[in-house]
């Protein structure tokens, strides 16, 4: 058995056991994308119980799982934790928001704030926006007070 399988294998009991333990019925398939691992959970009576507020359960049980292999394997495991479909369509959401802040700095000329957002959201977001051309953007403030800037360049 490979170590990407043996991995996979381990990161598929983690969560099917963290399942059990919340008392929740679902699915989980676990892929990997050369050194990332993705875990699949499918629990259509308990979807947005796992995804929680804008994603924040979500997010709980990817920290968890990735701490959780850490332990047992003594290495870091790069993993992304998805549940029903949520984390592409809120990146959807996420490069709509960019145009739209883009498109609005470059028909004002003033600079659009983007505040509540997570460092990895605003990793999408500025990828999203180097590729639109006339724009620019860059994270200002500090901590949970951290929010982007998108301006017209």
Do not use: C
Not at 34 to 53: N, R
Not at 123 to 151: C, F, Q, W
């Amino acid at each position: 058995m490979s170590k990407s399988s043996s991995t996979s294998s381990q990161l598929q009991e983690l969560t099917e056991k963290l399942l059990t333990l919340l008392s929740i019925q679902g699915s989980v398939v676990v892929n990997s994308e050369g050194d990332v691992h993705i875990v699949t959970i499918d629990s259509p009576e308990s979807s947005g119980l796992l995804i929680g507020a804008h994603g924040a359960t979500l997010g709980a049980i990817q920290s968890f799982l990735s701490m959780a292999m850490r332990a047992r394997t003594g290495e870091w495991v790069k993993l992304s934790v998805d549940i029903a479909g949520w984390k592409a369509k809120h990146e959807e959401y996420l490069v709509s928001l960019a145009k739209q802040a883009a498109d609005r700095a470059k028909s004002t000329g003033e600079p659009q704030y983007l505040y509540n957002l997570n460092p990895a959201q605003r990793r999408v977001i500025h990828t999203a926006l180097s590729e639109i051309g006339g724009v620019k953007s860059e994270s200002a403030g500090e901590g949970v007070e951290r929010y982007m800037v998108v301006t017209s360049s």
